[in-house]
């Protein structure tokens, strides 16, 4: 077969060469060990815990070393894309702080190694697709679905391995005019790989997470192109990473089983292979066993989730770390205030496994994240969700930026600040008794009867001076209790509760859900300092007017 011809035959117009590619896309003038690494997702519309799982890990990667990280758009796929979901992608990643040195960007792409959309890029494929063809590496084929479907049944019925592949490959050696005889008949065809792996055939490959793998060569005949000429992952992986100076290839482990295939396409193509770092899917606990996160089942798996329900970035982007690497929280311990980015990140200590994704744990990471910030901070990220989520809520914080402030303020700063939030939503329900449109109506412990209630408001209110001291409130509030028969030694009132008719805590209780609808709520006391004397006074007589 002249190999020559068949290349032109089948790639008349690509005059472009690989040596040319090579010369527009020179080696990257980088710092030894630099990583040159990316993101490239397809844009479907979902953006998912997955993603940026993927995505901080090559971040840390190419920026821990000096290196770049860019953003290159699998499109390859039309049927899967959803209109807009690129500008999703690219603010959802922005969101949580990954920052592309070049790639694809809301407003078209920028860097030298471009185009960063696959679709753009199909004359490049092409130019390495003829060179693979003139080399005898690759050929057309134009089996039919039928032909293949029947082609995969007799196999089946053969209790052979599926695929196309030595004698089943019924393309690979056709002769010229046979291919030339269906062109001319414009029957479609796709670009296979001719491939000389045997599976008798192993090999011993190092991947920085999995480690050392061995691996069963491929003997399938891959599509490299498909009938419309765009090429399959496969092909765009290797003459993408290439032309894109990709040194380390960061993915999900599902690239695992063409893995073998890939490492030949890289040497077919005369390529230098990068490294890879195969990362092992989130998981779950359902019921006592483990299972994937699942885009069906699972509503926390997509990104969105996060940012709905209000947990801050910094919550976010500190579990995944956590995640990442076990040694992280450690170094947080260690080093509670400084900047994430100054942690060394390995991926060597990624669980190769994959990771279990655990709800409670990011909630506690988030807890403490939000108690590190100052109540400044608060408002601003809390106004920010309430604009999105929850506009009502937003117009009450921003129509008194002081006065949300001070309530965020509660608890906070110190050597144990309160951990209250854990994420935006919850600000509502722990902070909305400040404003009168959220008040709920008092519902007062039915243990006691509505005159014991009243009498120890009114006895509150007698007494009550807004400029007092949190201690001499306190003292106050025992006096009352006294006064009423209740007792404010707890330890007694444990030992024996038949013996009392109530203790102090109740009598502050009392107090509580008449000024703030709820049992539970910040200290009281400067609960009224914030709300100020008149509101306070105003909500206990109204309490008082319906209990009597
Ligand atoms: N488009 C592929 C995906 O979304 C990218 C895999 C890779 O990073 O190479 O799974």
């Not at 269906?182 to 296979?192: H, S, Y």
């Not at 992986?237 to 396409?265: C, K, N, S, Y």
């Not at 230098?272 to 926390?300: F, N």
Request: net charge negative.
């Amino acid at each position: 077969m002249n190999y020559q011809a068949l290349a032109e035959l089948l790639f008349p117009n690509v005059t472009d060469t690989a040596e040319s590619l090579e010369a527009r896309f020179p080696i990257r003038q980088l710092p030894d060990g630099a990583v040159v690494t990316r993101m490239a997702p397809s844009p479907t519309g979902f953006v998912h815990l997955g993603n940026l799982v993927q995505g901080l890990t090559a971040e840390r990667m190419a920026h821990q070393s000096g290196g770049i990280l860019f953003l290159r758009v699998e499109d390859t796929d039309a049927k899967r894309e959803v209109p807009g979901a690129v500008e999703v992608l690219i603010n959802t990643l922005k969101h949580y702080g990954i920052h592309f040195d070049e790639g694809a960007s809301i407003d078209g792409d920028n860097g030298d190694y471009g185009p960063y959309r696959q679709r753009q890029r199909a004359a490049i494929y092409h130019v390495y697709a003829k060179k693979l063809v003139s080399e005898g590496m690759a050929y057309p084929c134009f089996c039919t679905e039928e032909e293949l479907a029947a082609m995969r049944e007799q196999q089946e019925t053969n209790k052979q391995n599926t695929g196309y592949y030595g004698k089943y490959a019924m393309w690979r050696d056709r002769s010229i005019e046979d291919i030339q005889s269906q062109l001319a008949a414009g029957n479609p065809w796709v670009l296979r790989f001719r491939s000389t792996g045997s599976i008798e055939n192993q090999f011993k490959f190092d991947d920085l997470v999995k480690g050392k793998l061995t691996i069963t060569e491929n003997d399938i005949d891959h599509v490299l192109l498909k009938s419309d000429g765009i090429p399959t992952y496969h092909f765009a992986h290797a003459v993408d990473d290439h032309l894109m100076r990709t040194t380390h290839v960061v993915r999900g482990d599902e690239w695992l089983p063409t893995l073998p295939f890939h490492i030949q396409l890289f040497k077919a193509l005369g390529f230098r292979l990068p490294k890879y770092v195969h990362i092992g899917p989130l998981m779950k606990m359902d019921g006592t066993s483990k299972r994937k996160l699942s885009k069906r089942k699972d509503p926390e798996l997509a990104l969105t989730y996060y940012k709905a329900e209000g947990f801050p970035v910094e919550a976010v982007y500190e579990y995944i770390m956590t995640l990442l690497n076990s040694n992280y929280e450690d170094w947080r311990r260690a080093n509670p205030t400084a900047d994430p980015t100054t942690f060394k990140f390995s991926p060597k200590k990624l669980n190769p496994a994959g990771n279990l994704f655990d709800y409670a744990k990011l909630t506690d990471v988030s807890k403490n994240e939000i108690a590190k910030m100052d109540a400044e901070r608060v408002y601003t990220l809390l106004s920010q969700w309430a604009e999105e989520f929850d506009p009502d809520f937003a117009e009450k914080l921003k129509a008194n930026p002081e006065y949300a402030t001070s309530i965020l303020a509660i608890g906070r700063g110190g050597k144990k600040p309160r951990k209250d939030l854990a994420t935006w939503k919850e600000a509502k329900p722990y902070m909305g008794f400040f404003y009168d449109e959220y008040l709920e109506t008092p519902v007062f412990d039915e243990r006691f009867d509505n005159a014991t209630v009243c009498d120890v408001l009114k006895r509150f209110l007698d007494s009550f001076d807004i400029s007092d001291d949190s201690g001499i409130w306190f003292e106050k509030v025992k006096t009352i209790t006294g006064e009423i028969g209740f007792t404010t030694d707890m330890k007694a009132y444990k030992a024996d509760p038949s013996a009392f008719k109530g203790t102090v805590a109740d009598v502050s209780t009392f107090i509580r859900v008449a000024v703030t609808g709820k049992t539970n709520s910040p200290d009281l006391y400067t609960v009224m300092q914030i709300l100020g004397y008149d509101r306070t006074v105003e909500r206990i007589r109204s309490a008082i007017s319906s209990l009597s």
